[in-house]
């Protein structure tokens, strides 16, 4: 089994953590971790993946080890995938995103599609008009009292404002994606409205959808093997 290497990187002031495994010569392929979770969440299917590529997961800002600026959007997260992918001399790379992280990546594939080999999307649609319930509160200005937590609330209060009131053009452009892509669904007992899911990648022109029913949100952490399995499906062919 690939070993996980830990490293940091400055990046415009803002210092980041990621986890490397593979060799150095195989194709690049980034992972991105979902909200509230970090870099360490992928270490199931990391090694699995570095048979094939040099797989790098980033802890994004204001998670994990990463600092915590205090300034957080899905913009500056995608921007942040840039600066990363540029620093570490990757033009071109594979990008794997759970949630948060698929997001993110979703507002990549749009933005940068030419930077992209392949592209896997674990349970997210990107952020769209009424995916939320806005009669339900905003989470409060200071964190809980006596809670540890992995994040940085600032994140988490900027994430949850975007998925409450997202830009429109995130849904709109999905058809601009040109990268193959897969969207790995977690069936019935996600929170993630499937129908949604699965019409996001029908509005990308070249991508699989398959569903693992009963995995719930986080499909890689609830049924790996089969995670696995789609993943060299698509990325080992």
């Known amino acids: 089994m690939a070993a996980l290497n830990d490293h940091e990187i400055e990046l415009a002031n803002v210092t980041f953590h990621y986890r490397e495994a593979g060799e150095a010569s195989a194709p690049p392929l980034i992972l991105l971790h979902g909200l509230g979770d970090d870099a360490r969440g992928w270490d199931e299917i990391a090694p699995m993946l570095a048979e094939r590529y040099h797989v790098f997961a980033l802890d994004q800002r204001g ?26 001399g990757l033009d071109r790379f594979t990008l794997v995103g759970h949630s948060m992280g698929g997001s993110v990546s979703i507002l990549f594939a749009e933005q940068w599609p030419e930077r992209l080999v392949r592209l896997v999307l674990e349970d997210t649609p990107p952020p769209y008009p009424g995916g939320m319930d ?35 053009s995130w849904w709109n452009k999905l058809s601009t994606i040109t990268t193959p892509s897969l969207v790995i669904a ?11 899911l699965a019409e996001a990648a029908r509005l990308i022109p070249d991508c699989r959808f398959v569903t693992i029913e009963g995995a719930g949100h986080s499909v890689h952490k609830n049924r790996p093997q089969e995670f696995k399995g789609y993943l060299r499906d698509f990325l080992f062919d």
Request: aromatic share 6%; net charge negative.
């Open 63 to 88: 998670n994990g080890e990463s600092a915590r600026p205090g300034v957080y959007s899905f913009e500056l997260m995608r921007d942040d995938l840039k600066a990363f992918a540029g620093a570490l």
């Open 186 to 196: 977690g069936g019935s007992t996600s929170h993630v409205p499937q129908d949604k």
């Open 134 to 168: 806005l009669s339900e509160p905003e989470p409060p200005a200071e964190a809980p009292e006596g809670e540890e937590r992995p994040f940085d609330w600032q994140m988490l209060r900027a994430i949850v404002h975007q998925l409450r009131h997202p830009d429109p």
